[in-house]
């Protein structure tokens, strides 16, 4: 395994993260307990969930996935042996909290306070804000539109909420997912202004079918060391190739819940996917690790968040940190991003 650290700190995080969005809704808690085994074998130390997961969210699953780490913490005594990243989501339905923003005082400490709960731990190392209470344009979305609706926590506010959650040793660090330049810029400015806690790191989709994060944040990342935690990395599976040629395997996210996961499902995404295969062909490489490499050797990133339903799905994205990349290789991946160079907008 490879190791980087997280933000400035002295905090070795595996370049691989352990994603596990789908236990509790795909995935039964003893699959989740047997990834959880395997990954900590492996080497993968950095865990990343949410308080809102399973997903697709439902009223009737929020938590699930915190709970089934949570019994794996009781169950093997392990919880020191794990980096584990949380989120509070941003506005959400009516069921969480009542709706509307969640970064204020009182529903940004009951979520901490559920997620302890559910994780059967005193801290988490990790806590992020999950997106923006403010009208931004995430998930990688391009062509910002200006609107001065609505309300949200003052960021020094939600600096000023997380310091005590510090203070309290019930988180270590913080972070942000599914934010923009603007935002992180705002956050370590105030954070250097006010002596308030630092973002170490941001949590963003990144693949070879969305290179936005390029954009804009790669170079901020870079300077003000808060690396990215690359969600996404096979764009809900099209860059696993299963999805080639109309295929729809049966149990797959896109065949469970295609009306959900519909960012990635576009007229040139195919095409994309099909040219990218045909260069993993070439080299004999399998198309989901050329895909994963390709994120983690980018100098901005910090860790890339793999997500697997099945065992020999997790193997796969694991051992991609052992292969390598030639300039070759990465040349033409780099000449398939020009010709489709926002295949899913």
Known sequence: ???????????????????????????????????????????????????????????????????????????????????????????????????????????????????????????????????????????????????????????????ENLKKFIEEGKIRYVGLSNETPWGLSKFLEISKEKNLPRMLSVQNPYNLLNRSYEIGLAEMSVREQAGLLAYSPLACGYLSGKYRNNQLPKGSRIERDGDFWTRYNKPNSGKAVDAYYEIAKKYKLDLAQMCLK???????????????????QLKTNIESVNINLTKEIINEINEIQKIYPNPCP
């Open 1 to 159: 395994m490879n190791y980087k650290k997280l933000g400035n700190t002295d905090l070795d995080v595996s370049t691989i993260c352990l994603g596990t969005m789908t236990w509790g809704e795909q995935n039964t808690e003893a699959e989740g307990f047997e990834q959880m085994d395997f990954a900590l074998d492996q080497g993968v130390n950095f865990w990343d969930t949410a308080e809102i997961y399973s997903v697709p969210p439902k009223e009737e699953t929020f938590g699930n996935t915190e709970e089934i780490i949570g019994n794996w913490f009781e169950k093997t005594k392990k919880r020191d042996k794990v980096i584990l990243a949380s989120k509070v989501c941003g506005p959400m339905r009516e069921y969480v909290r009542g709706g509307g923003n969640q970064f204020g005082k009182k529903n940004i400490t009951e979520a901490l306070e559920g997620s302890l709960k559910r994780l059967k731990t005193d801290y988490i190392d990790l806590y992020q804000l999950h997106w923006p209470e403010r009208k931004a344009n995430f998930f990688g979305k391009l062509g910002y539109e200006h609107t001065d609706d609505g309300e949200w926590t003052k960021f020094e506010d939600v600096l």
């Open 294 to 312: 390709f994120l983690e050797i980018q100098p901005f990133v910090t860790s890339v968040i793999i997500g697997a339903t099945t065992m020999e």
